[in-house]
């Protein structure tokens, strides 16, 4: 090939080594852009290994306090907690009680480690007996005495030291229903992390072993049908009007394409959730040696990343922040 056709631009040339390749990266992930999802079990002597999710256990609350310090010192910076209750009941009334479960483990968290920042999963499915996100009558989630529920166990987080509440559950003005309580409270400043487009997805099946949920039916009258995108931005766009201020995509990489068209509607920071089903299937594929461990979780949490996250929620950050990425 004669010179003056060979194409002047080679783009190989910014590839040629790493520290090339380092300056042109055009997304990266760091510990500040990684939550870890950890599980607390009351009434437990030692941890309880997850057999569908290989390297995640549901931690003793009585050793909650160590093993935050721990994480603190492998360099995670927020954690986001789920409680394994034994006080269950059709109302989930242990999640607003100032001495049950999850103010007991926000209090041990923070006081172990002050500076972690605590995020506490708003929602009632670990703590009622029939697993659903409020209360049933008649086979169906009460939306609204579901939210005036959500609204004081928000309050029952933020008073025990959660950085930031997180309200999972779906349920038609949520998002309103907590600000109010909050306000109401004083605890104007406490931030919500929304699950504003949560689909009512199989990548879970993991996650309800891990929190001890047996669900009673399933939650598609209030999760989203995972083929609605329209349908999913609305719901998030209405969560900011109603006054969140993170929004999240749950479950991450079978609904890049919500976390991308989102972020080009919304300017408020987006969380992804790498969810258990997503990790699961890395981890068992990599045992059976099919797949680079290291290599495919950068690769997912990048691509997760470049879709327009500014945060990912996922099991491996404890893994990341001992390898680094």
Aim: one cysteine or more.
């Amino acid at each position: 090939m004669s010179s003056n056709l060979f194409p002047i631009t080679r783009l190989r040339r910014l590839r040629a080594s790493e520290g090339l390749r380092g300056l042109v990266r055009e997304t990266s992930v760091t510990l500040n852009d990684l939550i870890l999802p950890i599980f607390v079990e009351e009434g437990i002597d030692a941890p309880l290994p997850v057999e569908s999710m290989p390297g995640v256990e549901r931690i003793p609350e009585r050793a909650l306090e160590g093993h935050v310090e721990a994480l603190a010192r492998d360099g995670i910076k927020a954690l986001m907690m789920f409680g394994v209750s034994h006080h269950k009941d059709p109302a989930g009334s242990d999640s607003w009680n100032p001495g049950g479960l999850l103010a007991r483990m926000v209090k041990k968290a923070k006081r172990a480690v002050p500076e972690m920042v605590v995020i506490s999963d708003t929602c009632f499915c670990e703590y009622t007996d029939h697993g659903h996100c409020g209360p049933v009558e008649a086979g169906e989630v009460v939306n609204d005495a579901a939210i005036e529920n959500l609204g004081h166990q928000a309050v029952v987080a933020v008073e025990a030291g959660a950085d930031i509440v997180a309200p999972s559950a779906m349920m038609d003005g949520q998002v309103a229903a907590i600000r109010r309580a909050l306000d109401a409270a004083g605890h104007t400043a406490a931030p919500i992390m929304a699950y504003s487009s949560k689909m009512a997805s199989a990548f879970y099946g993991p996650f309800r072993a891990a929190s001890g949920c047996d669900l009673q039916g399933d939650r598609k009258t209030y999760q989203m049908d995972p083929l609605n995108a329209r349908e999913a931005l609305r719901e998030s766009l209405l969560d900011e009007a109603e006054g969140a201020d993170f929004l999240m995509v749950k479950p991450a990489l079978p609904y890049l394409d919500i976390v991308a068209r989102l972020r080009q509607q919304s300017l408020l920071p987006i969380a992804a959730y790498q969810v258990s089903g997503e990790y699961a299937m890395i981890k068992f594929a990599a045992a059976a040696g099919a797949l680079d461990e290291p290599r495919i979780v950068r690769e997912t949490l990048g691509a997760i990343k470049r879709a327009g996250a500014d945060l990912i929620l996922s099991y491996f950050a404890r893994d990341i922040a001992r390898q680094g990425f």
